[in-house]
């Protein structure tokens, strides 16, 4: 799925004159499409994609909903006069777009072979980098445990070594021991 210009156009007016909007909406989770009245906050561009945050008004819940899986809406003639979030304080703990519980000590070293890469780019308002020996670095965020950051660290590799806290150490364990059964079972189906 792309962005659909008249669909980004209709969401982004949305946004802009407080219009409750109606849309047929894909979920990645379960695989459905629904339709939704949404009452619109404002849009976030993160990842390489375009976000809407905005309140199920049937659930009365602000969410983040991917712009490219809204497959069709329309903007009502309905205002939406709920109380909208800021963007600051509603990202404020996440890492990317995935919000968690409260936010954590994040602690994570890197090695020498990708120092400069972590170290010259902005990854959260938070962080803080200290230089090690041996060309080692560490980065320290504030944020949320999301699969979102998992699967940032994971992409490392070898790379990376959570350092804090315990619970984001265990799950990065779990998550690279499926990893590894994956290609496991595999080789086993191959030889």
């Known amino acids: 799925m792309g962005l659909d210009p008249d669909i980004t156009e209709t969401v982004r007016a949305a946004c802009t004159e407080r219009h409750v909007l109606s849309v047929a909406y894909h979920t ?15 849009l976030y561009f993160a990842k390489g994609s375009l976000y809407l945050v905005a309140e199920d008004l049937n659930e009365r819940k602000v969410k983040v909903f991917s712009v490219p899986r809204i497959e069709n809406a329309q903007m009502l003639d309905e205002d939406y006069n709920g109380e909208t979030v800021d963007p600051e304080q509603y990202f404020g703990s996440a890492f990317g777009v995935y919000r968690g519980g409260e ?12 120092a400069s890469y972590i170290r010259e780019r ?27 950051l998992t699967q940032w660290i994971l992409g490392f590799g070898p790379n990376a070594e959570v350092l804090e806290p315990k619970a984001l150490i265990e799950e990065i364990q779990v998550e690279a021991r499926k990893t590894v059964a994956l290609y496991q079972k595999q080789k086993k189906v191959a030889g």
Not at 125 to 134: F, G, L, T
């Open 103 to 114: 936010a954590k000590s994040v602690c994570v070293r890197f090695a020498p072979a990708i």
């Open 122 to 148: 902005r990854w959260h308002d938070s962080q803080r980098v200290v230089v090690k020996e041996q060309g080692f670095i560490e980065l320290s965020l504030e944020v949320a445990i999301t699969p979102e």
């Open 28 to 42: 990645a989770s379960r695989g459905v499409t629904t339709t939704r009245k949404l009452g619109p906050h404002f």
